[in-house]
């Protein structure tokens, strides 16, 4: 599979829990971002790695959200204490050099905070 | 926040009939890309046009731009019942890397 792979597909979870999310990029792109997408909106930034360097965050991404690649391949995306409003879709890309920041998505990681 | 804005914010047309739909920005840009995303899932790349470009075409995709008024349009033509989506488009600001999408245009094709 070549695509941009995303784990899990859809997580439910209570409120004050932490969960995990996991991205697997096109093996040969350098660069990961990271979007969340609430009905009806578009997806919004919220982070982005060069290799394994974090070079951007949104101040969406509040002190309970983290992200990290840590060998420049896979990334994962946690969010401690969750709260209801951070029920959404939360989208993973990838894009590699010299393509103009032409993105390819995963099929996203829906989550439910009851 | 979102950096550009949609219009209209839904569209209903007959199969075989051409949809279009706008896209406005605020800042300057590199380029404008539009995706499409089916119900659920993933954001599918479509067309790139950039900042010196005026107009672009793919299959039955055509793209156009005027950096004067900061905004684009997309024409599919000859619609699909395949075609039912929402559209987004995607600007990359001076010297960033990080794309920021509209609110999108929810399509429905009718058979």
């Known amino acids: 599979d070549t695509g941009v792979s995303q784990d899990p597909r859809h997580k439910i979870t209570k409120r004050g829990q932490n969960v995990t999310f996991r991205c697997d990029p096109i093996?040969?792109?350098?660069?990961l971002y990271w979007y969340r997408q609430t009905l009806g909106q578009g997806p919004e930034f919220l982070t982005y790695f060069q290799n394994e360097a974090q070079l951007e965050k949104s101040r969406l991404l509040s002190d309970r959200f983290s992200a990290e690649r840590p060998k420049g391949s896979f990334s994962t995306l946690e969010i401690q204490r969750t709260e209801q409003g951070d029920s959404a879709m939360y989208l993973c890309?990838?894009?590699?050099?010299?393509?103009?920041?032409?993105?390819?998505f995963g099929a996203g990681s829906r989550l439910t905070v009851l | 926040s979102q950096q550009g804005e949609e219009d209209p914010q839904a569209l209903s047309i007959q199969e075989g009939e051409n949809a279009t739909m706008n896209c406005s920005y605020k800042t300057s840009i590199n380029n404008l890309q539009w995706y499409r995303q089916n119900s659920g899932r993933g954001l599918v790349h479509l067309i790139l046009i950039r900042s010196n470009e005026r107009e672009k075409h793919s299959g039955r995709l055509r793209v156009t731009l005027d950096t004067s008024k900061k905004s684009s349009s997309l024409l599919i033509t000859a619609s699909r019942a395949a075609d039912t989506a929402s559209y987004f488009c995607?600007?990359?600001?001076?010297?960033?890397?990080?794309?920021?999408f509209g609110t999108g245009t929810r399509l429905t094709i009718i058979p």
């Open positions: 093996s040969e792109h350098n660069r």
């Open positions: 995607a600007t990359d600001a001076l010297s960033r890397e990080k794309l920021t």
């Open positions: 890309a990838s894009s590699g050099e010299g393509r103009a920041n032409v993105l390819t």
